[in-house]
């Protein structure tokens, strides 16, 4: 099979997913790429079958797609089924997929390709499943990030103009030693996050792909590590009835307020039934839980979570006792329904895409 000569995908985990399509026996396949892609999509890709049938799909790289992550993405990449006949489908890119992964997506009829040649591609034309599982442990215990390199992402993330500034600064936002903070630039930067400057130096490759990842991250990894415990109110019965409480000693008690309460306060939208508290280490959480009266509820609706770092609030003109907006926007990632979607794409240009341009400037 031949590739038309169109521009290579930058990308280079698409650029592999389609060398894995070159190999595929007894299938003649043209596939091109478009370069400009449509947004929010990282490409445009083109099948073409013997029988002249172009399959048109949009491609989605995701990264970190396991067990823990697969219903942000399958919900995701569903939301661009297409509507009409001719509209393209939604095709996920990606480095390694377990086999557990692997089957759930086609159990949900989700098409991708991985970098170790598995590959599911499903409709009227025609049908391929690849499994590859042999080369799998090993990539996926290798390209893991960790709870540290998250903390690194999320200063990054926060202020892109840290990687300009002495390391030190971004030792204290992040909440780690000299060491751990090298070490995680250079394991984004191998990730393909951020890319290496001269006078070792980085910037960030993709500003929506690193915060994609911190999502992702603080969902499967970071938030667990950060939990004290879930509670419900003991006197009362809706949310309504205490969030006034939350925040007047939100005030008193220097404590941060983020999850959907949050996301209310500062975007002036969302209905909240529930609440993340940030709380500075040294402070004794069941101090908080005594004045709210509180009582410990895996199924409750008030968190409580450990501050990390310096900075887990912003320079944004809003209320200084919310939480950063970065943190706020991973946490309604948990509960990926169409109340908060629409939230988070708020809370998203009113807040952080700012920073996205900021991360622009500096590649200038």
């Known amino acids: 099979m031949q590739l038309k000569s169109y521009p290579k995908p930058k990308h280079p985990w698409l650029q592999k997913c389609l060398a894995q399509l070159t190999k595929i026996p ?7 790429t478009v370069v400009e892609p449509r947004p929010p999509a990282d490409a445009l890709l083109t099948i073409v079958t013997p029988q002249q049938i172009n399959l048109k799909y949009i491609v989605f790289i995701k990264s970190n797609v396991t067990l823990k992550t697969l219903d942000i993405v399958i919900e995701y990449l569903t939301f661009f089924q297409p509507k009409e006949h001719d509209d ?28 170790t040649g598995n590959t599911y591609l ?8 690849i499994k590859n599982s042999a080369v799998q442990s090993n990539k996926l215990s290798n390209s893991s990030i960790t709870t540290s390199t998250l903390k690194v992402a999320y200063a990054i993330l926060q202020d ?7 390391s030190k600064k971004l030792e204290e936002v992040a909440g780690v030693d000299l060491k751990t903070a090298k070490r995680s630039l250079q394991s984004l930067c191998k990730l393909n996050y951020l890319q290496r400057q001269k006078g070792n130096q ?33 006197l009362y019965h809706q949310f309504s009835e205490i969030f006034n409480e939350i925040i007047d000693l939100a005030k008193t008690d220097k404590f941060l307020i983020g999850g959907e309460l949050g996301a209310a306060l500062i975007t002036n939208y969302l209905k909240p039934i529930s609440a993340v508290i940030h ?11 005594a004045k709210l009266r509180l009582r410990p509820d895996p199924q409750g609706n008030i968190s409580i979570l450990k501050q990390f770092g310096s900075k887990n609030t912003s320079d944004n003109n809003y209320p200084n006792f919310v939480v950063d907006p970065l943190l706020i926007y991973a946490e309604l990632a948990l509960h990926p329904d169409e109340r908060l979607k629409e939230t988070a794409n708020r809370l998203y240009h009113q807040y952080i895409s700012d920073k996205q341009e900021i991360a622009l400037d500096a590649v200038a």
């Not at 709380?279 to 959480?285: D, L, V």
């Open 26 to 32: 007894h299938i003649q396949i043209d596939t091109t």
């Open 88 to 115: 393209p489908s939604p095709l996920l890119v990606t480095d390694t997929l377990s086999d557990a992964v692997i089957q759930a997506l086609i159990e949900q009829n989700i098409e991708f390709i991985d970098t």
């Open 122 to 129: 499903n409709n009227s034309s025609f049908y391929i499943l």
């Open 160 to 166: 892109p103009t840290i990687l300009k500034a002495h």
């Open 202 to 234: 980085y910037r960030i490759e993709n500003y929506l792909k690193l915060i994609e990842r911190w999502n992702m991250g603080y969902v499967e990894n970071l938030r667990s590590e950060l939990l004290i415990d879930t509670f419900s109110p003991i």
């Open 279 to 289: 709380i500075p280490k040294e402070q004794n959480y069941r101090l908080i839980t």
